[in-house]
């Protein structure tokens, strides 16, 4: 028998976050955000579940060339653009729908003499301050994209860095708008966070939900569950091990952790290199045979230690719920001190992937 650990894909919990996505979107169109392996999901597996999306948003070529291969001909947006001007031909080939954030991806696009017709996103910096074109530099962008004769369609987009947040969309709103007012064009602006809590502001034409297709909250203040999200990914796994501490015996790597009383630990077949935080302190909630622990210890490469001292019924061979059903990421992570985006992202190639 291989090892117990496994990831567990739902395509049911897919369509139903999808259509709660489409309930927020109204009539905007949805692209899908598959980036970084569909968030850890795996690319193909999700694009085939999330089929009533409008369209598919990533970054990697490899990634589009590999759904154009399966069939995919639903549009596709590349959010970082391209990067070198041989890409180009890759983009008309596989009918890639570029986001053009830099000077320099205009100079390209004017050097290679598009063959177009290529549809590009134009993307405006309202704040965030990482990708786009800021306001001295908008209208010299439209004007080069409206004036290539290779270049289709233009849709305006900018990138939210506080809908989660106390800062919410406002500002970023008002100044993207007056940036872009003179221009006659499709709009994309909303994550999850932005449809969700700002559908009616944000969703325009296309919006741009990740996270939230996956069953996860893009929120500290609202859970999945409270959203009516449902959780695609469910990392489970058994306890492989059992030991029995006396008050004052210690635990796992650099002996971290000291038994205050008498305490039972399951060893779980789960460790950093499946994907779980390393940086998961004591405490992190788990649950075993469906009931809620935490972990004790540090945890190592392959394994990670759980308190079961109340759970008698548990031994080798019980399962042990890592995240998922029953346990939402957002609280793992929340106890790790990070986001559940991270989490699943970093589910590693070795755990055993079972759809149902
Ligand atoms: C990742 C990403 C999204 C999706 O964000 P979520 O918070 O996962 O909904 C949307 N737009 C852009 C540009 C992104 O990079």
């Not at 994209?145 to 709103?173: C, K, R, W, Y």
């Not at 939900?209 to 058994?238: D, H, N, Q, W």
């Not at 392959?302 to 079961?308: E, G, P, R, S, T």
Request: glycine fraction near 10%.
């Amino acid at each position: 028998m291989s090892r117990p650990i496994r990831a567990t894909i739902s395509a049911a919990a897919f369509a139903h976050n999808l259509a709660i996505a489409r309930r927020h979107a109204g009539a905007a169109k949805i692209w899908a955000v598959v980036k970084a392996n569909a968030y850890g999901h795996g690319l193909l597996r999700s694009v085939q579940a999330l089929r009533d999306a409008d369209g598919y948003a990533m970054l990697d070529f490899a990634d589009a060339v590999q759904l154009r291969g399966a069939g995919i001909d639903k549009p596709i947006l590349m959010l970082e653009g391209f990067f070198k001007p041989e890409d180009i031909a890759l983009l008309l080939k596989y009918r890639l729908t570029p986001v053009i954030h830099n000077i320099e991806q205009i100079e390209m696009l004017a050097k290679a003499g598009v063959g177009g017709p290529l549809d590009v996103y134009l993307k405006v910096n309202s704040g965030m301050n990482r990708l786009g074109f800021a306001v001295d530099n908008v209208r010299l962008a439209w004007n080069a994209l409206d004036g290539n004769p290779g270049i289709g369609s233009v849709t305006l987009m900018t990138h939210f860095a506080d809908a989660d947040g106390e800062g919410g969309i406002a500002a970023q709103m008002q100044w993207f708008n007056e940036m872009t007012q003179p221009f006659e064009a499709p709009r994309s602006l909303a994550n999850s966070a932005a449809l969700l809590r700002f559908a009616e502001e944000t969703r325009a034409d296309w919006v741009r939900p990740g996270i939230m297709l996956y069953g996860c909250s893009p929120f500290s203040f609202k859970s999945a569950e409270e959203i009516g999200l449902r959780p695609v990914m469910t990392l489970t796994s058994e306890i492989i091990g059992v030991q029995h501490l006396q008050s004052g015996e210690r635990i796992g790597y650099g002996m971290a952790y000291e038994a205050a009383q008498e305490m039972t630990i399951g060893v779980v077949a789960c460790g950093y290199a499946d994907g779980y935080p390393r940086h998961a302190p004591t405490s992190t909630p788990v649950l075993v045979a469906g009931q809620r622990t935490g972990t004790v210890g540090r945890v190592s490469m392959d394994m990670m230690c759980v308190d079961i001292s109340d759970i008698p019924e548990a031994y080798v061979g019980t399962p042990v719920t890592l995240w998922g059903e029953g346990l939402s990421c957002d609280e793992v992570a929340q106890a790790a001190g990070t986001v559940s985006y991270e989490l699943l992202c970093a589910l590693a190639t070795r755990v055993p992937v079972v759809e149902i």
